[in-house]
């Protein structure tokens, strides 16, 4: 997990600069207060087999975890899957891969062309988790991905790497709802993703979020280089189950518009 955050706090500048904002305001509330928690991360990939997402799921699960619930996202054309651990001060992690099958030909063809020189067991690398692009694409084919899926334009841009990390709203002790801490990230000039609203769920459906809208990173392609979104930085905030446990899962509503936050336009 250091791994995977040093590796996206490298194109995601914000998320360091929030991360020590939130950390300042906790420890001028207490000295004693621990450090932030991170309540979940997120990775993306393709259903192809060599980088399916029960590839990427296999190094979470020699560590401890174990699959918990599955979410279907029809429009985006996307599965996905959720891993906790036993240990619940672990992160839990959402892993979602794009239904490449359903695409249009042509964007089949530009994805099947990036990770065709990608080797059979290239998943089975110690660092796989945060080893980026093993592609080149041009402008014309990242537009053109994006045209039809921001999803697939994002993962040829950026390769395997955490999407995003999560602040635990449950575990600060200065801000205790989304909607505190939408204010505090907007006072401090970073833009939120509004699809569906600043903040997605409720207590009503026991886990409410919000995000920032990712960073703009110049990035080299074939062809030149461009400005393409990166990654974002999500907080949650989780509610008691009727047995007084705090709900542990995602809710796919929420989860559908969070994708957007690495969309081009927004």
């Known amino acids: 997990f250091q791994h995977l955050w040093q590796n996206y706090l490298k194109i995601t500048p914000s998320a360091e600069k929030i991360h020590h904002l939130l950390e300042e305001r906790e420890h001028h509330q207490s000295a004693d207060t621990s450090n932030l928690v991170n309540d979940h991360i997120a990775l993306r990939t393709f259903n192809i087999d060599k980088v399916n997402l029960n590839k990427l799921a296999a190094h979470f699960i020699a ?3 174990e699959e918990k619930e599955q979410y279907q996202f029809e429009q985006k054309k996307l599965q996905a899957k959720h891993f ?4 619940h001060t672990s992160p839990k992690v959402f892993i979602s891969e794009l239904l490449v099958e359903q695409m249009s030909n042509e964007v089949q063809t530009i994805i099947n062309k ?27 084919e990242y537009e053109f991905l994006a045209e039809h899926s921001e999803y697939a334009a994002w993962m040829a841009a950026w390769g395997f790497r955490a999407n995003h990390f999560t602040i635990s709203i449950n575990h600060m002790q200065t801000i205790n709802s989304v909607e505190q801490m939408n204010h505090v990230i907007k006072q401090a000039g970073y833009e939120l993703n509004s699809a569906g609203g600043e903040v997605k769920g409720g207590p009503e459906v026991l886990l409410a979020q919000s995000s920032t809208m990712a960073d703009k990173i110049l990035l080299n392609f074939t062809d030149g280089s461009k400005l393409v979104p ?5 907080f949650a905030l989780r509610y008691a189950m009727a047995n007084g446990e705090l709900y542990q899962g995602f809710v796919a509503a929420s989860a559908d518009k969070i994708f957007e936050s690495t969309n081009r336009n927004n």
């Open 63 to 65: 560590l401890g975890y």
């Open 84 to 87: 906790e651990h036993s240990n």
């Open 230 to 234: 990166s990654c974002f930085y999500e």
């Open 114 to 140: 990036m990770l065709e020189p990608v080797s059979d067991d290239v998943s089975l690398q110690e660092h796989f988790l945060y080893s980026g692009t093993h592609w080149q694409v041009s402008q014309q």
